[in-house]
């Protein structure tokens, strides 16, 4: 349509041309959204940039979602526009938490009334006095209690106009407005970003006079890296700088050099500031803030890892080991002089030497460009899983299961032997291996320092935290008649040692839960089985090889375990999944059939045997995992171990009550394949072939 004589009419004719084209951008209703297109001017000028923006009014208590939406999905627009038009990428207001009814979050996103702003640039050979229509085919998800996707087709025609623009009469006040909220970086404003393990620590120094609360921070990550649904902690720094931590999603992107997002104020005239960072090395908010230890110097860093290593003594992590060696000593009780002081000196050499390969492990990866830090071998499911089976054969020996000769492990009531010398560095050297997951006040600072200074240097402060850990004993070697004052042997050493092997089936436990974080539910499932094997052979030890019985019987009880604990660590050896599992939810489901994905769903339960007998059977067939790469489908696990509202309810549509129930959803087709409930690798082959054949 082309209106040349009212183009060259007057203004106000002009204006009631742009409002009358206008009338083609009638919102459109969906569900809880109202949407439409509405432009920031009254009339295009060739070859000039100007501003449309998608209006989305929500219903009370109904939202939509941002770039990085957390459970749910962004908005999207795809535009259909003129030859030799361009647009831009979505300008995304500052978001905010969305929380369901019972607090709940549930993902980043907007509800009231949201424009998002998108630059649309025109060719530079418009003719005057023709128009322009563009269209936008736009889907969002809109979600209250529940929650429904949302699609509307928009259009929107503007006059072209060589003169000057002129703001819109309706909308272009409110779209400046919005332009103005949009994250930026504002001036006066210090940031710097620094990663250490799974924590991002964000460092702001506001300028002077900026006014606002702790309350008013929260950051929203762009790229998932941060975790939308964990709790942000904030507080004040040195000089006055704020520091937020940040916890990390284990599910976001491997391996970031960057922080992106948005550091969103609640209150104040900065809505949000645009965040693009480089993370430090070493990860440390040096810059802003400088290290206690490193302020202190080399000397006070090595007074703090002195006083760190000798507390450690009290972190539980540690204190179990230590017992063992305390019940040395109560045996070494009256014994020469000379031995008391041999153990303990041999003790001490242990904690030195296992502190010498630690701190060379961390400068040698240092070196390499690894970002390390305190416990960094406990990052490793298969070290983890040897630590948790080693202190489970100890804690079994000391409950009475078996005895061993001080010889083999050092440990248990044999301590005050003279051939107990290697006992004693090896309870040094197991002493360190179980500090390594413990912090003890004054040993962070230290430790932070020692990972950023010279290789001399950090040897240093290792070495007095080793004899921080040591001193108790190196005392007790020194003054060896302070051993008299310890209980004399007697029956109740035995009530006390098998009273020291709780702590170590705690720490067990606490190295369980470590490995349940770095395996899938079935890596876990058989890491458990794994050590009840190697509980079993050192019961099938204990049973056949020792009190009495024939040469034979005792080659039978050492072969018996030597099978029973290479089945457990085959069993239970830790190894690293060949798929990820997403999480299930409706809307995941819906959003990944738009995108056309091939959708594994797994309705499961920790508590249903079935459940993991089936993810066994299958996924350890290298047919189904090959078949899976090469039809990209996309695993998504329903988690039914607790209850759940949204997969009772799925369940229920299709009919079923229980777990397990499996299906695949296909591209084009519009019902899923159902799987049975007893699973096999070719059951599975036959509904992925009969998916791809759509």
């Given amino acids: 349509m082309k209106y040349p004589a009212l183009l060259r009419a007057t203004p106000a004719c002009l204006l009631c041309l742009a409002l009358l084209t ?98 649309l640039v025109p060719p530079a050979d418009l003719s005057d006095g023709m128009s322009v229509t563009f269209k936008a085919a736009v889907d969002w998800l809109m979600c209250k209690e529940v929650c429904e996707p949302g699609e509307a087709a928009l259009e929107l025609t503007l006059p072209v106009d060589a003169g000057p623009p002129a703001p819109h009469p309706r909308w272009g006040a409110q779209l400046a407005a919005a332009r103005g909220q949009l994250p930026h970086v504002p001036d006066g404003w210090q940031l710097a970003a620094a990663r250490d393990g799974q924590i991002v620590t964000l460092t702001v120094q506001a300028p002077a006079g900026a006014t606002f609360t702790l309350a008013d921070f929260h950051f929203f990550a762009d790229d998932g890296l941060i975790a939308y649904d964990q709790p942000q902690s904030i507080r004040t720094g040195g000089n006055g700088a704020l520091v937020l931590t940040l916890p990390i999603d284990p599910a976001g992107p491997k391996n970031p050099t960057r922080l992106f997002g948005v550091l969103a104020l609640a209150k104040g005239d900065v809505p949000g500031i645009r965040v693009d960072l480089p993370f430090s090395t070493p990860p440390s908010t040096s810059a802003l803030r400088p290290s206690p230890a490193v302020a202190g110097g080399l000397p006070g860093t090595l007074v703090l890892a002195l006083l760190g290593g000798l507390i450690l003594n009290l972190m539980p992590c540690v204190f179990p080991v230590l017992g063992i060696k ?148 190196l005392l007790l070697s020194a003054f060896p008649a302070a051993v008299k004052f ?15 092997a709780f702590p170590l089936y705690a720490t067990v436990g606490f190295l369980v839960w470590v490995l349940a974080g770095q395996t899938p539910d079935t890596g876990l499932l058989k890491v458990l089985f794994g050590l009840v094997l190697v509980a079993m052979a050192a019961w099938a030890y204990g049973r056949w090889t020792q009190h009495g019985g024939t040469a034979a019987r005792r080659r039978f009880g050492v072969a018996l375990a030597v099978v029973l604990l290479a089945a457990g660590v085959t069993v239970g050896w830790p190894r690293p999944s060949d798929f990820t599992w997403e999480k299930w939810s409706p809307e995941t489901v819906a959003k990944l059939r738009a995108e056309g994905k091939t959708l594994y769903v797994d309705f499961t339960a920790r508590w249903c045997a079935t459940c993991q007998s089936n993810k066994a059977v299958v996924f350890s067939s290298q047919k189904v995992r090959d078949a899976l790469r090469a039809h990209g489908v996309v695993l998504l696990k329903a988690d039914w171990t607790s209850r ?29 394949i159902l799987l049975p409930e007893l699973l096999t690798p070719d059951i599975v082959l036959d509904a992925l072939a009969q998916a791809a054949a759509k």
Avoid at 376 to 385: D, H, K, R, S, T
Avoid at 445 to 466: H, K, W
Avoid at 657 to 671: C, E, K, N, Q, T
Wanted: hydrophobic share 50%; glycine share 10%.
């Fill in 22 to 119: 206008a009338a083609h951008a009638r919102p459109v209703r969906k569900g809880a959204v109202e949407a439409e297109l509405v432009p920031a001017v009254t009339s295009v000028q060739p070859g000039h940039a100007f501003d449309v923006a998608l209006r989305l009014a929500h219903d009370p208590h109904w939202h939509t979602y941002w770039i990085n939406s957390g459970t749910g999905y962004p908005t999207s627009i795809k535009w259909t526009l003129p030859p030799g038009w361009q647009a831009g990428a979505i300008q995304w207001p500052v978001p905010h938490v969305l929380t369901d009814a019972h607090g709940t979050i549930t993902g980043n996103g907007y509800d009231g009334e949201v424009y998002l702003l998108v630059t």
């Fill in 326 to 473: 305390i019940l040395g000593f109560v045996n070494q009780a009256g014994a020469d002089r000379r031995k008391v002081t041999l153990h303990g000196l041999v003790f001490a050499l242990g904690v030195l030497v296992s502190f010498w390969v630690l701190a060379g492990a961390l400068l040698a990866l240092r070196a390499g460009g690894r970002e390390l830090g305190w416990g960094f071998q406990l990052q490793e499911p298969g070290f983890v899983f040897v630590l948790a089976a080693l202190l489970l054969v100890f804690a079994l020996n000391l409950s009475g299961l078996f005895e061993v000769g001080l010889s083999a492990t050092g440990v248990g009531a044999q301590l005050q032997r003279q051939s107990g010398y290697s006992g004693s560095f090896f309870t040094g050297v197991l002493a360190t291996v179980v500090a390594t997951p413990c912090s003890a006040p004054f040993l962070a600072p230290a430790l932070g320092a020692a990972l950023a200074l010279s290789a001399v240097e950090s040897l240093a402060v290792f070495t007095a935290i080793a004899l921080g850990l040591a001193v108790p004993y």
């Fill in 486 to 500: 310890l209980p004399r042997p007697g029956a109740w050493m035995e009530t006390f040692k098998q009273l020291m």
């Fill in 644 to 672: 759940d509202a949204q997969i009772t309810e799925e369940l229920a549509a299709f009919h079923r009550s229980a777990v397990p129930f499996d299906l695949i959803y296909a591209p084009g087709r519009a019902d899923p």
